[in-house]
């Protein structure tokens, strides 16, 4: 694949992909700010890893997974260990039946998902809200398709029990 | 299939396998507690769809040729790091630390020694050709040898010679070997 060719196809699949790529990374770090300087920094590597692309047989799940690595590893890079912004945490530490109605249903759920730790959170975004198969999900966090089904069912449980808390109804 | 179904399984129903998927379903035909646990795992996939739209920034509105063009600052920097003036930096950066260390345990050390070795106070001695190691001696050589120095002799050098030091040495004695007589 020519560098011309290979350009082409990046600022393709950056026009395709890159809302899902910001949505993704914005609900694993719960940060607007760090979701966009992390999207750029994603395709930044997909365009470096352009002579390769071709051999890529699924690229949305490669995006994903270029995305997650890159998210993942700025995480660790900045010790960023508390996920949730200070305005979350104070929403999430009110329980009750007033939580709901004073952030709404919409603001609930996002609320539950930022309460689930990222290995939890990352596979559960990926199989529910973006569709992807448990093989491709496996391909995108590096583990086997047993672990997947494992999060992904402990990560509904968890989004259960703290959906209901914050919006009991 | 009589045994309810796994967690894992009802969690991820809708990407099984076809065979998997038929036998769950036939399981689910007759056992209402595993067609419960499966409704709840598909609320949980109803709520995340139902999560609030996110909106691109502005900056990332804007067309790739114009996000490399403008905005990305880690180019600009993993280019210079693959250049040969990062790879010169990186070999004479640490070797002017380790040259520094040793001039500074080098001058820590002279200083620590005290007045008698500065070479201000190094006597100096003259060899001519006629120089004879008694003379030398005289002017305040502690030792002269001539191991080396052979004709035809230097015409006028200078040499800077440390000054004598006291020397200690100890010497052990084993008690037997004192009291041995010859």
Known sequence: MSDKDGATLVSELFEQHRLAIFAYIRRLTADTSLAEELTQETFLRVFEARERLKQVTNLRAWVFRVATNTTFSALRRRKFYAWLPWETVERTSVQ???????VGMEDAIETALANLASRYRAPLLLFSYYGFSVAEVAAILGISEGAVRTRV??????FQKAYMRGNPR | MKRHCTNERLAVYRGLPPAERLSVDA????????????????????????LPDIH???RLQQPWSRQMAVDHPATPDRRRRNGPGYAVG??????????????????????LTGDDNRVAATPTLTLTPTATTAALLHEGASAVSLTGFAPPPLPQAAAVLPPPRPTLI?????PAAALRTP
């Open chain 1, 153 to 158: 069912y402990r990560g509904k449980e968890m």
């Open chain 2, 56 to 58: 691109l920034p502005a």
């Open chain 2, 170 to 174: 100890a010497v052990y004695v084993h």
């Open chain 2, 27 to 50: 399981h689910l035909r007759q056992c209402p507690a595993c067609t419960a646990r499966l409704a709840g795992y598909e609320r949980v996939d109803q709520s995340l769809h139902a």
């Open chain 1, 96 to 102: 009750g039946q007033d939580v709901a109605e004073i």
């Open chain 2, 90 to 111: 990186r070999v004479l950066l640490p070797a002017s630390l380790v040259i520094g260390l040793i001039v500074g345990v080098w001058l820590l050390l002279a200083s």
